[in-house]
Each structure stands twice: as C-alpha cells, then as structure tokens.
C-alpha cells in the first residue's frame, strides 16, 4: 500500500509563500490513474480541498483558493508538491497530502474519493 | 459554511445503530459519487465507504451507506467505543469543479 509524508516547515510569516512537499513511498506515481490532492484543516474544523494534479500535469483548484495555489508532480523523485502564496492567518491549518481516485460513470456523473492520506503537517503562519 | 450539510454530532450506546446523514444539491451528490471518511482524535481521514456504498478491503461490514436523491446515510451498527470519531462526507461539485465536504459529525458513544 503507497504511503504518504508530508513536510516542509511548520511556520510561515504572513504575505510570504507557504511551500510543502508530499513524497510518495510504495509504488510509482505514474502506476496508475491517480490524482494528487493537498487538503487541509484548521484546527477544531472541517477539511477543505485545496486542489489536484495528475502527472501529466493537468490541475484543478479551490475556486476559493485558486489565485494562490500551485500544485506540481515530480515523478522522478515520487513527490508533488504545494505552494499557496500570500498567506494570513487563516491559513493556519494542518495540511493533508492525500491520493485520489478518480471515475467518470458519464452524463457527468463522477466519483472522487480519496484512498490514501499523509499523518498531516500543521502550518502556522504568524510574525 | 459548508457546501454539504451534516449533523454536528450524533451519539448512542455501544451496540447500538446510529445514522449520519449528509445532504447536497443536483450539482455533487444529486449526480456525483459520495465517499465518507473517519477521522479519529489527532489523526489523519481514513476512508470509510466509496461510490455511496463501497467499502475498502478492510473496513468491517458494520458500515454502510446509502443514497436517495441529494442526500447519502451512513450507517453504523453495532456500535464500539472505538468508533468514537469525525465522521466527514465529500462529493465532487460540478458547478463549482471542486471536491466538497460537509461539515463534519462527531459521534459519540456514550
């Protein structure tokens, strides 16, 4: 079974760029149809989806987060990674880098879901 | 706000069945797949149920879950304390190309 590890440091000063890399162990990134998802949580919250990336490099993104996030894929060294620029506060969270499965039923009809998480990293962006 | 709307907590005694419910609208899960996640105290999600009723090899068959319309159910019979946890349902969105979740309901056995 893959396994997931998030790291990447655990304080960011406002305005500057949180940067977190996911190293995949466990088999090849580009074994597979898969997508590779950051999510994330603020402490005592709910999960909030950040984005993906496929290794052919196509991504999707958070609307709500879309202006500030770069999702990459290095296949050579099983690693994606994550860059959400201009952070305040309420960026503080723990970040999740998690592989998702995805299907396409038709008439528009998908399934999303996502079989293996990373333990999670907390960032905290403060002065 | 969450895009998905589920009850905050649920409780009941161990052996006991309770229900999770998660509603949506048409564009995630009136016509997308939903999955359910547990996530026990200071550790990361786990996948619980896939494609509204899937479980992953190893997930016992005391869950299950169902789905009518823009609302999916889970289930949980026989209720340990271990089961104790967050419980999060998360679709796809195609209005807004996004994968939602809903709030979050923490189950507690009492």
């Known amino acids: 079974q893959v396994q997931l590890q998030e790291s990447g440091p655990g304080l960011v000063k406002p305005s500057q760029t949180l940067s977190l890399t996911c190293t995949v162990s466990?088999?090849?990134?580009?074994?597979?149809?898969?997508?590779w998802n950051w999510i994330r949580q603020p402490a005592g919250k709910g999960l909030e989806w950040i984005g993906r990336?496929?290794?052919?490099?196509?991504?999707n993104y958070n609307p709500s987060l879309k202006s500030r996030v770069t999702i990459s894929v290095d296949t050579s060294k099983n690693q994606f990674s994550l860059k959400l620029s201009s952070v305040t506060a309420a960026d503080t969270a723990v970040y999740y880098c998690?592989?998702?499965?995805?299907?396409?039923?038709?008439?528009?009809?998908?399934?999303?879901?996502?079989?293996?998480w990373g333990q999670g990293t907390l960032v905290t962006v403060s002065s | 706000q969450s895009v998905l709307t589920q009850p905050p907590s649920v409780s009941a005694a161990p052996g006991q069945t309770v229900t999770i419910s998660c509603s949506g609208s048409?564009?995630?899960?009136?016509?997308?797949?939903v999955s359910w996640y547990q996530q026990l105290p200071g550790t990361a999600p786990k996948l619980l149920i896939y494609?509204?009723?899937k479980r992953p090899s190893g997930i016992p068959d005391r869950f299950s879950g169902s789905k009518s319309g823009t609302s999916v159910t889970l289930g949980i019979t026989g209720l340990q304390t271990g089961d104790e946890a967050d419980y999060y349902c998360?679709?796809?969105?195609?209005?807004?190309?996004?994968?939602?979740f809903g709030g979050g309901t923490k189950l507690t056995v009492l």
């Open positions: 998690a592989r998702g499965y995805p299907s396409y039923y038709g008439a528009g009809s998908y399934s999303f879901y996502f079989e293996d």
């Open positions: 466990g088999g090849p990134m580009y074994s597979g149809t898969y997508y």
């Open positions: 990336a496929y290794i052919s490099g196509s991504t």
């Open positions: 048409s564009s995630n899960i009136g016509i997308n797949y």
């Open positions: 494609d509204n009723n």
């Open positions: 998360g679709t796809w969105d195609n209005s807004l190309s996004a994968e939602v």
